[in-house]
């Protein structure tokens, strides 16, 4: 094998090398297909006609600053170097810059969010909100040194009752979108305005692009107050314009919206009044047409002395106040001095009498209550001796005693209330004896009958235990 041999890695940096000599950078037109975008930011994508496809990179960092999204089927031009990728060995394009071709980029980019936006439904009608009936707070976002800020104040300097709470932020360049949507975002939920206006002069597509950004149209779709967006000339056409509640076509008309609404409602009121004075007048002419055609009827001739009376009457009662509380004085008085004499009434007439009386009785009432209490304590006495003589105590206490079955109370009276074989209990006046029954054998008729006692002095069948 003649000729050099080459490693594939050398290899491939040589035909790399002699890519970027010989052909350099290229300008390739063609269809995007395949577009893929990698976690760290990449994006991937195949260019094709209907001759070839070829393999294309774009870097994270050149992606970010595209203005539109690549989409599959998009023509463009891409402008790149061709390298062969060395894990792969397969030719691509390395892109340093992709443009629409047909239509410009930000274009591009301004339809593509347009259509993104209202698939969300963030241009629907039913989402708009009026604007205030009385605007009287209004926020402005706008540059501070711009000629919009002088144009809309000087609109709505005709009206001498509005405060205006100005938010300055950067309307074009980098960093403008965000300023202008955390304004936005600010004096909605300040709870300081009424309505937001959103306002930037006439310029280029270019110019104008903070307006169109995504951040920007979010926040005033989310705006809690109603937004007027007056941006550019009238021609010109932003997504502010469709998010906003109202589209003014320049800055000067959102104030003229504004100052409009207000006058609008002046002219309501001013109108209202005129229709009021109107009705007011109309009812007192009716009044007065009726005052005349009763000025010769008698009762109208006797208004007068009836007003009269009437006054008297009002001058009597107004002075019945004071009278009343005169006479109230009066018998507050005469109620004091007989309050007074009953208290002197018993020391100058009765109180000798009344103590001979009240000692008197008191005797009489403790002599009844001695032979009360004497004859109560004779009753009582003669209840404990009859008491006495009926207990069992006295009875026992005299040589008699009561059995019981063993576990109850009531005495025995007869042999048949026992069995042989249960046990009883003999209450004497001093103990008890319980005893077993061992049978029964006849009934003692007599307190001083000895039948059955065969000398022993115990009635047969019975048996004691101590």
Same mark, same amino acid.
């Given at each position: 094998?003649?000729?050099?041999? +080459?490693?594939?890695?050398?290899?491939?940096?040589?035909?790399?090398?002699?890519?970027?000599?010989?052909?350099?950078? @290229? @300008?390739? $037109?063609?269809?995007?297909?395949?577009?893929?975008?990698?976690?760290?930011?990449?994006?991937?994508?195949? !260019?094709?006609?209907?001759?070839?496809? !070829?393999?294309?990179?774009? +870097?994270?960092? $050149?992606?970010?600053?595209?203005?539109?999204? !690549?989409?599959?089927? &998009?023509?463009? !031009?891409?402008?790149?170097? &061709?390298?062969?990728?060395?894990?792969?060995?397969?030719?691509?394009?390395?892109?340093?810059?992709?443009?629409?071709?047909?239509?410009?980029? &930000?274009q591009l980019a301004f339809e593509q969010l347009k259509a993104k936006l209202a698939a969300e439904g963030l241009f629907a009608a039913e989402r708009k909100r009026e604007m205030p009936a009385l605007p009287l707070r209004l926020g402005l976002v706008t540059s501070s040194s711009g000629a919009a800020v002088r144009d809309v104040l000087k609109v709505l300097a005709r009206w001498e009752h509005l405060s205006v709470l100005l938010y300055p932020v950067r309307v074009q360049g980098r960093g403008a979108a965000g300023e202008i949507a955390r304004a936005v975002r600010y004096l909605g939920g300040s709870g300081r305005v009424d309505v937001v206006l959103v306002v930037r002069g006439g310029g280029s597509l270019e110019d104008l692009w903070a307006f169109n950004e995504e951040v920007v149209a979010r926040a005033i779709a989310a705006c809690p107050v109603p937004v007027i967006s007056g941006v550019g000339h009238e021609v010109d056409f932003t997504i502010a314009d469709f998010v906003a509640d109202i589209r003014a076509a320049t800055p000067t008309q959102a104030a003229e919206l504004v100052v409009a609404r207000l006058e609008e409602q002046a002219r309501r009121v001013e109108l209202g009044a005129q229709r009021l004075v109107r009705a007011m007048e109309r009812r007192l002419d009716r009044l007065a047409l009726r005052l005349r055609a009763l000025e010769g009827a008698r009762g109208l001739a006797r208004l007068p002395q009836r007003v009269t009376a009437l006054r008297q009457r009002v001058e009597h009662l107004a002075e019945l106040p004071r009278r009343l509380r005169a006479a109230l004085v009066r018998r507050h008085r005469r109620l004091d001095g007989a309050t007074v004499r009953l208290l002197h009434w018993p020391t100058r007439l009765g109180a000798p009498r009344r103590r001979e009386l009240v000692t008197v009785r008191l005797a009489v009432a403790g002599e009844r209550l001695k032979g009360l209490l004497r004859r109560r304590a004779a009753d009582l006495d003669q209840k404990e001796r009859t008491l006495t003589a009926l207990s069992p105590r006295a009875v026992l206490r005299r040589g008699y005693s009561i059995t019981t079955r063993e576990g109850h109370r009531t005495p025995l009276r007869a042999p048949r209330e026992v069995k042989a074989g249960e046990r009883v209990i003999t209450t004497l006046a001093e103990g008890q004896l319980r005893s077993l029954v061992l049978a029964r054998e006849g009934v003692q008729t007599g307190l001083f009958d000895s039948e059955g006692d065969n000398g022993t002095g115990r009635v047969p069948g019975t048996g004691t235990e101590e």
């Open positions: 094998m003649s000729g050099k041999v +080459w490693a594939v890695g050398e290899l491939i940096r040589q035909v790399n090398a002699v890519l970027a000599g010989a052909v350099g950078e @290229v @300008v390739v $037109r063609g269809e995007l297909s395949g577009v893929k975008v990698a976690g760290s930011g990449h994006c991937y994508f195949q !260019l094709k006609d209907a001759e070839g496809t !070829l393999s294309c990179a774009l +870097w994270g960092s $050149r992606a970010d600053r595209l203005k539109f999204k !690549l989409t599959d089927g &998009l023509a463009v !031009l891409v402008r790149g170097s &061709l390298e062969i990728y060395a894990q792969r060995g397969s030719l691509q394009l390395i892109a340093l810059e992709v443009i629409p071709e047909g239509i410009g980029e &930000l």
